[in-house]
């Protein structure tokens, strides 16, 4: 239980109103119930939460309750991001590894690391302070994972794994499986083999049922603080810059390089051996073929600049009626032209 004070410091917010109110919950306002904190960030969220059973409201516009205390902040949504932890702290895992898990006598695992059952752990593996694997997890060969990151069930990292700081990985993901090389010989495909790795760097987080594959001979790179929906595949050799977005079903194909502060949504492709530029955004279900420039907006597939895409989006809502219309002309034409002849 905290009070209204102390999440309002922890949130450097202000209290309007009984500082001391418990608050015992967190709850939207149609769910809210006495003692929680609910969440407001516009005028119509405001007006259910003062409606709403909830003690306290967090907000950061010009609003003012006369009967609920309220916390304001400089930011509502940033400072519910912030006080959920404080009412749903995760869970936590005790240090030591499970008697089930098979670790290689070469391997080297912090005293703080948690390693959970039917895990195995590969031949010179490095598991860093706090990290936590939480069970049927494979991790491969000269693989590292470093400090506080967190592993969930079933997650599979292929040998020489490079994974850092506060790192997530949801589960059922596979980093470093193979990249699809394949030269036709002789008429057969025969597999190019790919002996680079993955490197995903601090502060990365990766959804469930993820693809990254190694590289064929460099690495496949996802830079610092970028985070990976669920059911995204990223090919060999791929560079993915630093705070990137990459939305659920998108799939980058190999040797593209993404820029820092790119968004990907849902369902976009790239096409290989790209270029797409920092803080680029392309729209769901986007084609990307061409290189990309920095800061620039395109949907459409194939992808183009978003106002030209918008601009042949409309021309073809237009194209039904623009038909009619044509053939209502032609019809004119022929009318006139079998009165011309006539006369």
Known sequence: MFTAAEIARELNGQV?????TPLTGFAPATAAKAGDLTFAENELFFAKAEQSAAAAILIDGPFKSGQ???LRVANARVAFARVLPLFFPEQTFGAGIHLSAVVAASA???AS???GPHCVIGGKVKIGPRAVLRGGNHVGDGSTIAADSHIFPNVVLYNQTQIGQRVRIHAGAVIGGDGFGYVVDAGVHRK???????????DVEIGANVTIDRGALGPTVIGKGTKIDNLVQIAHNVTIGENCLVIAQAGIAGSTKLGNYVTLAGQVG???????????IIAAQSGVMNDVPEKAKWLGSPAQPDRQA?????ALQQLPELIRRVKELEKEVKRNAGKAKAE
């Open 270 to 280: 790239i096409t290989g051996h790209l270029k797409i530029g920092d803080q680029a």
């Open 108 to 110: 080297q695992i912090d």
């Open 68 to 70: 609920k205390v309220v």
């Open 113 to 115: 690391a948690h390693v």
């Open 192 to 202: 190019i083999p790919q002996v680079g790795q993955v490197i995903i760097h601090d």
């Open 16 to 20: 309007e109103g009984d500082g001391s």
């Open 310 to 314: 918008k601009r042949q989006m409309i």
